[in-house]
């Protein structure tokens, strides 16, 4: 598959200090990238390193096969960016500031229109953008990143600040961008529920580093776990390592937890009843992201936003 | 760049740089249709343009003004975050900043323009309802001048003011050093020091009150034509944001 960005040792150091180490990231072509994790992690920093306004210490970026920094012109005119805030000029309108993004891109302003209402603001289009809610903000700033039909549109933390409605409008419109638009989108998040409903691949980043990436179905069920309650719970632990098992940290003396390996639940239990131990409870779980999420980057994750910061005019 | 330009006015709209730019520049008028109305004796133009108008601009406005609006010019993209979006446009960027350059220098000599034409006018009009109109011939020729000399010789300062305001996010930084800029340039005036030409809000004062103006004019000229690509090439470089 021909992928959207593809980034080889891309490492950037400040004032000695090692920001982003050695990063090989893949984002194919099509779908939705979630790149994934905690504040600071660096995930701000390697999106303004694809988009040219970074450069960095070392390795390359590649847009759709492209080295960047051979074609940086002709390779970011097909991007679409919303990074950091929305980046509108509050003083003009909304559709002054798409003009605006048309005239830099060369760009037919009827399509104004067509991203205008991809994200349902034709009605305000004609307010100065500070009479605008952040969310309607967010909402014209990706219409901006939509000019054109970018081949890579990439999204900065899109919903911070949104309200939980204004959330929800925004992902439903992330979703439907591959299909409807034709774009591949990198999209950043600290929230693991927003990743795991809109992104088919992701993308974990821990200080600066990629430890985990691929599409999200695999990454979520990698390693099944299982979880047993048995009569002699310390002896069924001996057993359980005895035949070769990985005790899972999240293991405790009323809930034995072990990673699988190669056998199936069913040979598992057959040893414990063999071993004349009363299995009360055998469940299998699937490892999930979340599990991914704490096992990669040692830390709980979090799945909504904590505080509601909607600007009402 | 014709793109540049169109987007770098349109930016202008509804902003308060053109009320910066339009307002500011008719204190001289402002002052002169006072002194004319409420003054018994009639003053003559040389008095209200060489002496009132020139210098007034000269030793305050001009370093002030232009502070602020190269201030304003830099929070238009760090107040609405929009840095991220206009350098990864297609356009060179030290095209953006050559353009947002080229337009501070316009809109300071439209400022000039409006100081010399608002004295010029303010004189003639509260002259005639006064009955004191100001003796002599109007000075279109030191305004032409004054204007020109003004616009050349400021060059370096409009540089080195756009360049801080774009480069730092903090607009306290640019207003503090046009401050200083021109606490300084007072200093040797007041003083009456001919050291510190090297100093370039000097050399834009004296282009327009010295003697020796032509000398000033080139001096900042040069400087700010050196000053030019020097700015480009560190503003294009940083990672603005």
Known sequence: MTAAIRTEGLSLSLGGRAIVRNVDMTVPDGGVYGFLGPNGAGKSTIMRLIVGLLRPSAGTVSLFGENLAQRPRALLGQVGILIESHGLYEHLTGRENLLLACRLRGIDRRDIGRVLDAVAMHRAADRAVKTYSLGMKQRTALARALLGRPRLVVLDEPTNGLDPEGIMAMRDLIRELPARFGATVLLSSHLLGEVQEVADHIGLLRQGELVAEGPLRALSETEPLIAISTDRQAEARTALLALGLEEDRDSAEERLVFRMGRLTAAQINRSLVEGGFAVSALAQESRGLERLYRDKLGSQPSFEAHSVQENRP | ?241
């Open chain 2, 1 to 241: 760049m014709i793109a540049s330009i169109e987007v770098e006015l349109r930016k202008l709209r509804g902003s308060l740089i053109l009320l910066l730019v339009a307002i500011p520049p008719l204190l001289p008028g402002a002052i002169i249709a006072l002194a004319i109305a409420t003054n018994e004796g009639v003053p003559s133009w040389e008095q209200l343009v060489g002496r009132l108008t020139i210098p007034l601009w000269a030793m305050f406005l001009n370093p002030t003004l232009l502070a602020t609006v190269a201030t304003l010019m830099g929070q238009i993209e760090y107040r609405s975050g929009s840095w991220s979006f206009m350098l990864v446009q297609p356009q060179p960027r030290w095209q953006l900043f050559l353009t947002k350059l080229g337009i501070l220098w316009v809109l300071h000599a439209m400022m000039l323009v409006l100081a010399i034409a608002g004295a010029i006018l303010a004189g003639a009009c509260i002259g005639h309802l006064t009955g004191r109109v100001p003796t002599g011939t109007i000075p279109w020729a030191e305004g032409i001048r004054f204007v020109a000399h003004m616009s050349l010789g400021s060059l370096a300062i409009l540089c080195i003011q756009l360049w801080v305001a774009l480069r730092w996010n903090n607009f306290v930084i640019s207003l503090a050093l046009g401050i200083a800029g021109t606490l300084v340039q007072l200093a040797v005036l007041i003083t009456g020091s001919d050291q510190a030409g090297w100093f370039p809000w000097v050399m834009a004062m004296r282009s327009a009150l010295s003697e020796n103006g032509a000398e000033n004019v080139r001096a900042g000229l040069a400087l700010g034509l050196v000053l030019v690509p020097v700015m480009l090439f560190d503003l294009q470089r940083r990672a603005l944001k």
